[in-house]
T-cell receptor, first 113, second 114 residues
């Protein structure tokens, strides 16, 4: 089975609302997590990362939460805009390691006008 | 802002032919990667490369695949005898020496095998 996965293949929200995208992981050895955004026809774009010594990290309009107890992380996007429409992937790695990332299947975020 | 570039953006080939996909990683990065994404599926790791040798590879990366850093800027993925199931987006990524775990991706090459 896969190590990292997302709960919903598609999430539709109204423009201006907040969205939460969830991800579950199963590899206890993973201690570094990244959220990527992939727009149609483009490569994954780094959004935000979090290391296992943290449970929350904030960026511009985005917040990542990590719950190591239940092996769950989430990406919160505040005040969604049309440009936020994309597929969002979580990925895991060992902190500091140059290993291959393990990606989840992705959640397609659709912003309704 | 520096970024990973890839060429070509789209490659069409006949089954059994060899293809070479090219990448120019971010200039100060030392770790390089190839991933693939079959249409509608998740991104899958193929291989990582550091100090002119493969450091890790997945089970997808069989003997049909090879990677090379022919000069100081390019990083290539060669598929010797393409199969229909090799049709996918291929992404190159790179990471810097002090933040090897944070990988930055190129725009991808769409490979279509007919």
């Amino acid at each position: 089975g896969e190590s990292v996965g997302l709960h919903l293949p598609t999430l539709s929200v109204q423009e201006g609302d907040n969205s939460i995208i969830n991800c579950a992981y199963s590899n206890s050895a993973s201690d570094y997590f990244i959220w990527y955004k992939q727009e149609s026809g483009k490569g994954p774009q780094f959004i935000i990362d979090i290391r296992s010594n943290m449970d929350k990290r904030q960026g511009q309009r985005v917040t990542v939460l990590l719950n190591k107890t239940v092996k769950h992380l989430s990406l919160q996007i505040a005040a969604t805009q049309p440009g936020d429409s994309a597929v969002y992937f979580c990925a895991e790695n060992r902190e500091g390691g140059a290993d291959g990332l393990t990606f989840g299947k992705g959640t397609h975020l659709i912003i309704q006008p | 802002e520096p970024e990973v570039t890839q060429t070509p953006s789209h490659q069409v080939t006949q089954m059994g032919q060899e293809v070479i996909l090219r990448c120019v990683p971010i200039s100060n990065h030392l770790y390089f990667y190839w991933y693939r994404q079959i249409l509608g599926q998740k991104v899958e790791f193929l291989v990582s490369f550091y100090n002119n040798e493969i450091s890790e590879k997945s089970e997808i990366f069989d003997d049909q695949f090879s990677v090379e850093r022919p000069d100081g800027s390019n990083f290539t993925l060669k598929i010797r005898s393409t199969k229909l199931e090799d049709s996918a987006m291929y992404f190159c990524a790179s990471s810097e020496p002090n933040r090897a775990d944070t990988q930055y991706f190129g725009p991808g090459t769409r490979l279509t095998v007919l």
